[in-house]
């Protein structure tokens, strides 16, 4: 128990669970992810030690609350069949949930049908995140995608028929990829009627089958101009459908904003479970489930990631890479991720994080404006966002 003065130590109020399976692999991706056939464990099984994983953070001495977003990504959650409605079921029963919590999971157009999307309806999902990337079964083709077009638009009407809300992943700046091809995408996305969608341009990661075409020049270095107008025309469309843009790659009509993305972005603790995922503790906390090194560090945030391979079997609790942060690292973090956001930071919130002069020079360089009192990410600051979230960091 706390004694006063002390604030109690508390579960975050947000959960990620991470599923590592894909159907294969595909051609860009380095996320953690095994391809379903060289996995030995049946899918139930998986589940489970998911589901153990998370559980066993209600066994630590710090008092649970309950959850405002539930998040199961991967990888791909819907691969995992019914298995995925049992697990959250069970997520839900173990903690409960906030009245207007927000629970996501990510599917694939190749397994979704409606059946499924009618179970995770029936076991209180929310809202799913259906990787389409592209509506050209040409550029799934040569992304390595597991499903074509036609598959993409049939699972993204099964989650509308099951009533939940619909997320879309797009994908712009791929070789060979059209301004025809990406505007008929964009045009056929919106009529599968989501209420949020989130366009990344393609990132060749070190690694990836993609990487290496790169490498020996069978496939071209993607241009990042064309990126960036691709980005901005992608803006254009979603706009005039109502869509805004609320962070860096996100859109959503009113009062759709992904809240469990928008925990990362504004500085909430979340728990992180399952192989490769990553989790966030403030100092309270993170001393209570005795995660600091040492009492008097300063410390004010916890960052972990979950190391543990699937290959060899999933234990209730892993070994976790722990990072810690500062209390002047954490004020600076809280600017960074603030500045992906469109309302920006509140200009004294900056100053306090010691992050003015590097925003001066950012504005000097036409990345950030400062409107009302708060630095906003301009336009162009957004197609270099690194560039801004560097320097932010950096307090330079
Ligand atoms: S489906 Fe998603 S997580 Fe799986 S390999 Fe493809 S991009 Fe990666």
Same mark, same amino acid.
């Given at each position: 128990?706390?004694?006063?003065?002390?604030?109690?130590?508390?579960?975050?109020?947000?959960?990620?669970?991470?599923?590592?399976?894909?159907?294969?692999?595909?051609?860009?991706?380095?996320?953690?992810?095994?391809?379903?056939?060289?996995?030995?464990?049946?899918?139930?099984?998986?589940?489970?030690?998911?589901?153990?994983?998370?559980?066993?953070?209600?066994?630590?001495?710090? !008092?649970?609350?309950?959850?405002? *977003?539930?998040?199961?990504?991967?990888?791909?959650? *819907?691969?995992?069949?019914?298995?995925?409605?049992?697990?959250?079921?069970?997520?839900? %029963?173990? =903690?409960?949930?906030?009245?207007?919590?927000?629970?996501?999971?990510? $599917?694939?157009?190749?397994?979704?049908?409606?059946?499924?999307?009618?179970?995770?309806?029936?076991?209180?999902?929310?809202?799913?995140?259906?990787?389409?990337? *592209?509506?050209? &079964?040409?550029?799934?083709? =040569?992304?390595?995608?597991?499903?074509?077009?036609?598959?993409?638009?049939?699972?993204?009407?099964?989650?509308?028929?099951?009533?939940?809300?619909?997320?879309?992943?797009?994908?712009?700046?791929?070789?060979? +990829? %059209?301004?025809?091809?990406?505007?008929?995408?964009?045009?056929?996305?919106?009529?599968?009627?989501?209420?949020?969608?989130?366009?990344?341009?393609?990132?060749?990661?070190?690694?990836?089958?993609?990487?290496?075409?790169?490498?020996?020049?069978?496939?071209?270095?993607?241009?990042?101009?064309?990126?960036?107008?691709?980005?901005?025309?992608? +803006?254009?469309?979603?706009?005039?459908?109502?869509?805004?843009?609320?962070?860096?790659?996100?859109?959503?009509?009113?009062?759709?904003?992904?809240?469990?993305?928008? $925990?990362?972005?504004?500085?909430?603790?979340?728990?992180?479970?399952?192989?490769?995922?990553?989790?966030?503790?403030?100092?309270?906390?993170?001393?209570?489930?005795?995660?600091?090194? $040492?009492?008097? !560090?300063?410390?004010?945030?916890?960052?972990?990631?979950?190391?543990?391979?699937?290959? !060899?079997?999933?234990?209730?609790?892993?070994?976790? &890479?722990?990072?810690?942060?500062?209390?002047?690292?954490?004020?600076?973090?809280?600017?960074?991720?603030?500045?992906?956001?469109?309302?920006?930071?509140?200009?004294?919130?900056?100053?306090?994080?010691?992050?003015?002069?590097?925003?001066?020079?950012?504005?000097?360089?036409?990345?950030?404006?400062?409107?009302?009192?708060?630095?906003?990410? %301009?336009?162009?600051?957004?197609?270099?966002?690194?560039?801004?979230?560097?320097?932010?960091?950096?307090?330079?």
């Amino acid at each position: 128990m706390s004694s006063a003065g002390e604030t109690t130590p508390l579960l975050p109020a947000h959960l990620y669970v991470h599923v590592p399976l894909c159907r294969s692999k595909c051609a860009y991706c380095d996320f953690y992810s095994l391809p379903l056939a060289g996995v030995t464990e049946d899918v139930s099984t998986i589940a489970g030690s998911l589901a153990a994983q998370a559980r066993a953070w209600l066994a630590r001495d710090v !008092e649970p609350q309950r959850l405002k *977003s539930i998040y199961i990504g991967g990888g791909t959650p *819907s691969l995992l069949g019914l298995e995925l409605a049992g697990l959250v079921a069970l997520l839900t %029963t173990w =903690f409960p949930l906030a009245p207007d919590a927000e629970v996501t999971v990510e $599917a694939n157009p190749e397994s979704l049908d409606p059946v499924l999307a009618r179970a995770l309806a029936d076991a209180g999902v929310t809202r799913v995140s259906l990787g389409v990337q *592209s509506l050209d &079964d040409a550029i799934l083709s =040569f992304l390595e995608r597991p499903h074509d077009a036609a598959t993409a638009r049939a699972a993204a009407q099964a989650v509308r028929e099951a009533g939940l809300a619909l997320s879309l992943d797009l994908i712009c700046g791929i070789p060979g +990829q %059209t301004t025809q091809s990406w505007i008929d995408t964009l045009e056929g996305a919106l009529v599968l009627r989501p209420e949020h969608v989130s366009v990344y341009p393609l990132v060749i990661e070190a690694g990836t089958p993609l990487s290496a075409a790169v490498a020996i020049g069978d496939v071209p270095e993607p241009d990042p101009d064309v990126a960036a107008d691709m980005m901005l025309l992608a +803006q254009h469309v979603l706009a005039q459908a109502g869509f805004a843009r609320y962070e860096v790659a996100n859109y959503a009509l009113p009062g759709a904003e992904s809240r469990h993305n928008t $925990a990362y972005w504004t500085g909430a603790s979340y728990l992180g479970v399952g192989p490769g995922a990553h989790g966030m503790l403030d100092a309270t906390t993170a001393s209570a489930v005795g995660f600091v090194p $040492a009492r008097g !560090e300063d410390v004010a945030r916890l960052r972990y990631s979950v190391v543990c391979d699937l290959r !060899e079997g999933l234990t209730p609790m892993p070994r976790l &890479d722990i990072e810690v942060l500062t209390a002047a690292e954490t004020r600076r973090e809280d600017v960074m991720l603030g500045l992906r956001l469109a309302r920006g930071v509140p200009a004294d919130q900056a100053a306090v994080a010691g992050a003015a002069s590097a925003l001066e020079t950012l504005r000097a360089a036409g990345l950030v404006e400062l409107v009302d009192s708060r630095w906003r990410t %301009t336009e162009r600051g957004w197609l270099l966002g690194n560039e801004v979230f560097s320097a932010v960091w950096a307090g330079e």
